[in-house]
């Protein structure tokens, strides 16, 4: 057992006394397992003639009823023994497996944000299913296996020395090189295990990212290319098994030819010894090659069960390997928890580059007090979004500081700061489930009513009520389609009926029409009392009655005012205002006059 299997074990010692009760039982039903065997030897002799010419049967026949009770027993007892054994290891197998299965998921969804941009969803997927699937595998069946194998192995030797010891040590000479053949097998064998995990986590990767793009690959008919990028990874994962198929297929004639070897020596030396009287008798004879039978079975399940440990060991390595993972953004040691309903934020100098990136965010100030509404515009990639997912916390700024209430956002609680925001992203996700539970995702406390309310201020509420089953209509994968702008709407919703003391909302209302715009902003108008709010926006209407507009321009803020000493001062802002309230010149002949 490798040491990535070894650190699985604390999950399975809350359940100590279910598998020692199963190790037990199953000990207890190997030794049932194998009384016939010695019976039948003792039957044998029983009905054999003696030196006298007499069998032991003519004088004493009521023996064979206590011998076919015996057996029968033994049965009796290896049926109960080995299904409370059965029962015992399986539950505590699934009860690891959902506790190792809980423990990898709420670990996941602590891990940042920078995380999940670099790992992809399938390779993740893999890990919280099929990995931990083959671990269920390893506590039932792999470790029920090892105390068979120990229990047979060691029961039936000893029971064969009892019966003769000459002939037992002859069977065991074989043991040492196939000891070293499953050795051998196991180290060829192990490369390809891991290659087939990789390959099964690509193969998870493409398919779910490709489903979930599916429409793009047929709007663009790039079908075939596709199906062989996942022939390639499939291919990949189908060569590594066939080698380690190949690697099996060595390895078992000479496991066989081994014992061919030790069981041929057996039958002719044994046969002898018995034969010529100086070895045991024919009963006992009997029962040596019925038990030295069942040895042959254990070098097999040997074998299969390295192959079992190692798949185990690999799927233990990527579990522990997720586990291991730290967030790179959580709790400092000595984060403070926010002492109530935050009034204001400050961003001081705040520089950020994405790993890779340069020039993201180059020196950003700007202080927001409750009731305030900060607008952010500027061309796309200036990094406005970056500036929200920074006041998230989604990320850390290389240099400069945001304060909340005076306090460094890096040193707080998060889940104390985060209660107090309420998110609205520029591609807003909806869940499977009734709109009425991806409303209420942050507050779950909330009436209905409360998230009737927050619907309506979100301009959400009439359309909902349309829907085939109002509130209750399954939205999100698989449940019913909504526009674009009406996602936008739920999740703006979502957002409100947290009442936030800082409402983030990056293009919030991008997608839906003028007319619901208008609407909301006169209800933002209403919500602004009480609370902070930074509105990322393209469409500059929508910021218009900002306290504060900053115009952002690769990272820097170039220009920042209210509305109209921005337009007043014929900058930057200046300019898209003309452009789109239609008082400048039409976008296509500035572009031909720029061109
Ligand atoms: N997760 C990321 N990793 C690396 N670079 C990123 C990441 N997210 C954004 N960027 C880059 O950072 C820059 C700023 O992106 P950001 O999303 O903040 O721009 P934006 O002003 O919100 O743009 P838009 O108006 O198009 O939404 C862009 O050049 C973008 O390519």
């Known amino acids: 057992m490798g040491r990535h299997l070894w650190r699985l074990v604390p999950f399975a010692r809350p359940y100590t006394k279910r598998i020692l009760t199963g190790l037990a039982t199953n000990a207890m039903a190997r030794l049932f397992d194998l009384l016939p065997l010695v019976l039948v030897g003792q039957v044998v002799d029983l009905i054999t003639p003696g030196a006298n010419g007499l069998a032991l049967a003519a004088t004493e026949p009521h023996l064979f009823w206590v011998y076919g009770l015996a057996v029968l027993g033994g049965f009796l007892g290896l049926a109960l023994c080995q299904s409370a054994s059965d029962y015992a290891l399986d539950s505590m197998a699934q009860m690891v497996r959902h506790d190792i299965r809980g423990r990898l998921y709420e670990h996941i969804q602590r891990l940042d944000v920078a995380f999940f941009e670099e790992r992809q969803t399938g390779d993740i997927m893999s890990v919280v299913s099929s990995d931990v699937d083959t671990l269920e595998n390893f506590f039932a069946d792999v470790s029920t296996s090892i105390v068979r194998l120990v229990i047979t192995f060691t029961g039936t030797y000893a029971v064969l020395f009892w019966l003769d010891w000459r002939l037992a040590l002859l069977l065991l000479a074989p043991l040492p090189f196939a000891v070293a053949a499953v050795r051998f097998f196991a180290k060829r064998v192990q490369p390809r295990y891991r290659q087939a995990r990789r390959a099964v986590a690509a193969i998870n990767s493409i398919i779910e990212n490709n489903l979930q793009g599916i429409g793009v690959i047929q709007a663009y008919t790039a079908e075939g290319p596709q199906a062989e990028r996942v022939l390639a990874q499939s291919a990949e994962y189908r060569d590594a098994a066939i080698h380690a198929a190949a690697e099996r297929a060595r390895f078992l004639p000479i496991i066989y030819v081994l014992a061919g070897l030790s069981f041929g020596t057996l039958i002719a030396l044994g046969g002898w010894l018995t034969f010529t009287d100086q ?169 209905d009513e409360d998230v009737r309310r927050a619907a309506e201020v979100a301009g959400a509420d009439e359309f909902i009520q349309g829907l085939p089953q109002g509130y209750q209509t399954l939205v999100g994968e698989r449940g019913l389609k909504l526009s674009g702008g009406q996602r936008q709407r739920i999740s703006l919703a979502r957002a409100i009926l947290r009442d936030p003391a800082i409402l983030l909302l990056d293009e919030a209302t991008a997608s839906v029409d003028t007319r619901t715009e208008e609407i909301i902003q006169r209800n933002m108008d209403r919500l602004r009392a009480g609370r902070m709010i930074l509105a990322v926006a393209h469409r500059l209407s929508t910021v218009r009655n900002a306290d504060e507009i900053l115009v952002l321009v690769d990272g820097l803020v170039v220009e920042r005012g209210r509305h109209e000493e921005l337009v007043r001062k014929g900058g930057v802002y200046a300019g898209l205002w003309s452009v789109q309230s239609g008082e400048g010149a039409p976008v296509v002949q500035a572009t031909e006059q720029e061109a």
């Not at 799927?315 to 935050?342: F, H, N």
């Open 279 to 447: 070895g045991p008798s024919v009963g006992d004879f009997t029962s040596f090659i019925l038990l030295a039978m069942r040895l042959v079975l254990p070098l097999f399940v040997f074998g299969m069960l390295i192959n079992q440990i190692q798949r185990s060991e690999a799927a233990a390595q990527r579990i522990m390997e997720l586990l291991d993972t730290e967030p790179a953004i959580r709790d400092r040691l000595d984060a403070k928890p926010l002492a109530g309903r935050p009034s204001c934020v400050e961003f001081r100098d705040v520089r950020f580059d994405y790993k890779g990136r340069e020039q993201i965010i180059n020196g950003v100030g700007f202080a927001l007090g409750t009731g305030r509404l900060i607008g952010v515009v500027g061309p796309t990639g200036a990094g406005k979004s970056t500036l929200v997912k920074l006041l998230l916390r989604y990320y850390e700024p290389d240099s400069g500081q945001i304060l909340v209430d005076g306090l460094p956002l890096t040193g707080l609680a998060l889940e104390s700061f985060r209660r107090y925001v309420g998110y609205v992203s520029q591609d807003p996700f909806l869940f499977f489930g009734p709109v009425l539970d991806n409303i209420r995702l942050g507050s779950p406390e909330a009436s």
